[in-house]
């Protein structure tokens, strides 16, 4: 069984910044993408971003894209989501997600069959 844990997670004022982390715990396991998604009170979860374990080609939600990098270190089983400029609507538990090796697509929860057990971001005005 696949885990990923995360950390990371914290509070902040508006224009900082934080970077989450998240290892997945199979030593054999190659997902086809790792993401991240967040959920606000209330909201659905929302993909943030993603990146394809293999290749390393990056995708963004347009609502973080230029002030969110997600990178991956792959000797190291472990994804980032380094969050700069940060506001207040970034407010979220953050989630982190691996999919199975041969599910390639990426936008919805639903397609990730892994998940971590959340971390608090919290951004002050």
């Known amino acids: 069984q696949v885990q990923l844990v995360e950390s990371g997670g914290g509070l902040v004022q508006a224009g900082g910044s934080l970077r989450l982390s998240c290892a997945h715990s199979g030593r054999t396991f190659r997902p086809y993408h790792m993401g991240w998604f967040r959920q606000a009170p209330g909201k659905e979860r929302d993909f943030v971003a993603a990146?394809?374990?293999?290749?390393?080609?990056?995708y963004y939600a347009d609502s973080v894209k230029g002030r969110f990098t997600i990178s991956r270190d792959n000797a190291k089983n472990t994804v980032y989501l380094q969050m700069n400029s940060l506001k207040p609507e970034d407010t979220a538990v953050y989630y982190c997600?691996?999919?199975?090796?041969?599910?390639?697509?990426?936008?919805?929860?639903?397609?990730?069959?892994?998940w971590g057990q959340g971390t608090q971001v919290t951004v002050s005005s």
């Open positions: 990146i394809n374990w293999s290749d390393g080609i990056t």
């Open positions: 997600a691996a999919n199975r090796p041969s599910w390639p697509r990426f936008r919805l929860a639903a397609d990730y069959a892994y």
